[in-house]
């Protein structure tokens, strides 16, 4: 499954060129993940690849800062599902819904304060971006007790998540991919 959901990634998601990321560095390389996330195929093998992950863990859920995350989300409340250990799952927004609740996490309704959960990201850098939404998943009353992504580009992300006591298991390194290239 790895091998196949690799060549697809590098196929749909990957691109060379000049590019901004969100932390503000410039790469000559991208990866956007959510067309790999949206394709029928990679959407299952994300979906099965992340539910490997998580056996074994005490989680109630998973969940993930909206837009990288959605895809993956979905595809892991799916695939739960069948595999019969049914997750249920939340959105982080980016910023608070403005009216009703105010809410940040979308989905909170499934959880209990207190349930353990994962949260899914597709690309990790320096971790910025999924640093802030564990803080809002926490200020929510949810624990987290695992941080899994598609890629980790291998660019400090790592190392900013384990400052902050999480550790990070990616299905892929840059490295990872690169070999794959070939």
Same mark, same amino acid.
């Given at each position: 499954?790895?091998?196949?959901?690799?060549?697809?990634?590098?196929?749909?998601?990957?691109?060379?060129?000049?590019?901004?990321?969100?932390?503000?560095?410039?790469?000559?390389?991208?990866?956007?993940?959510?067309?790999?996330?949206?394709?029928?195929?990679?959407?299952?093998? @994300?979906?099965?690849?992340?539910?490997?992950?998580?056996?074994? @863990?005490?989680?109630?859920?998973?969940?993930?800062?909206?837009?990288?995350?959605?895809? @993956?989300?979905?595809?892991?409340?799916?695939?739960?599902?069948?595999?019969?250990?049914?997750?249920?799952?939340?959105?982080?927004?980016?910023?608070?819904?403005?009216?009703?609740?105010?809410?940040?996490?979308?989905? @909170?309704?499934?959880?209990?304060?207190?349930?353990?959960?994962?949260?899914?990201?597709?690309?990790?850098?320096?971790?910025?971006?999924?640093?802030?939404?564990?803080?809002?998943?926490?200020?929510?009353?949810?624990?987290?007790?695992?941080?899994?992504?598609?890629?980790?580009?291998?660019?400090?992300?790592?190392?900013?998540?384990?400052?902050?006591?999480?550790?990070?298991?990616?299905?892929?390194?840059?490295?990872?991919?690169?070999?794959?290239?070939?």
């Amino acid at each position: 499954m790895k091998q196949r959901l690799a060549r697809i990634i590098l196929d749909k998601s990957y691109r060379e060129g000049d590019f901004v990321l969100t932390s503000g560095r410039k790469s000559d390389y991208y990866f956007d993940c959510k067309p790999t996330a949206l394709h029928p195929e990679g959407s299952y093998l @994300l979906g099965n690849i992340f539910c490997d992950m998580l056996s074994g @863990l005490d989680v109630q859920g998973v969940g993930g800062m909206t837009l990288g995350a959605d895809p @993956l989300v979905s595809a892991v409340t799916v695939m739960s599902y069948i595999g019969k250990r049914p997750l249920p799952g939340f959105i982080v927004r980016k910023q608070s819904k403005g009216h009703g609740t105010n809410q940040f996490l979308e989905g @909170l309704v499934n959880f209990q304060p207190g349930d353990k959960v994962a949260m899914l990201e597709d690309v990790v850098t320096t971790g910025g971006t999924l640093l802030k939404a564990c803080e809002r998943v926490r200020d929510a009353g949810l624990t987290i007790v695992a941080v899994l992504a598609v890629l980790d580009r291998q660019e400090g992300g790592r190392e900013n998540l384990a400052a902050a006591g999480y550790d990070l298991n990616a299905i892929f390194t840059r490295a990872d991919l690169v070999a794959a290239k070939g």
